[in-house]
């Protein structure tokens, strides 16, 4: 199983950005899938989930300004980003669980068994 997640840059405060997270190694169409962000010096945090069923989960710092939605037909999960600030510069994570149906503790970063490499968004004032 690989997570190959891509969109990441440079970007100016109020800007936009799109992250995708291809799956590769099963399909992904019935796992909860999750990003995370990790800033400089501090730990990785949980940002948003799409669950198995396709209920989303936000921490309340991006509710309203990132969306996370899932392309099952292209194994694909995206985090759309807009009204980006700077206090979102970090490294950006997708992940996922080993075992289908989990919708469990979607927001703890030992819920999930495989992650990406991570792609970099920085959001200049």
């Known amino acids: 199983v690989q997570l190959q997640a891509s969109g990441g840059g440079l970007v100016q405060a109020g800007g936009s950005l799109r992250l995708s997270c291809a799956a590769s190694g099963r399909t992904f169409n019935s796992y909860t899938m999750g990003w995370f962000r990790q800033a400089p010096g501090k730990e990785r945090i949980f940002v948003a989930a799409i669950l198995w069923d396709g209920n989303t989960h936000y921490t309340d710092s991006v509710r309203g300004r990132f969306t996370i939605s899932r392309d099952n037909a292209k194994n694909t999960v995206y985090l759309q980003m807009i009204s980006l600030k700077p206090e979102d510069t970090a490294v950006y994570y997708c992940?996922?669980?080993?075992?289908?149906?989990?919708?469990?503790?979607?927001?703890?970063?030992?819920?999930?068994?495989?992650w990406g490499q991570g792609t970099l968004v920085t959001v200049s004032s």
């Open positions: 992940a996922a669980p080993a075992h289908q149906f989990y919708s469990g503790s979607y927001y703890l970063t030992d819920s999930y068994d495989y």
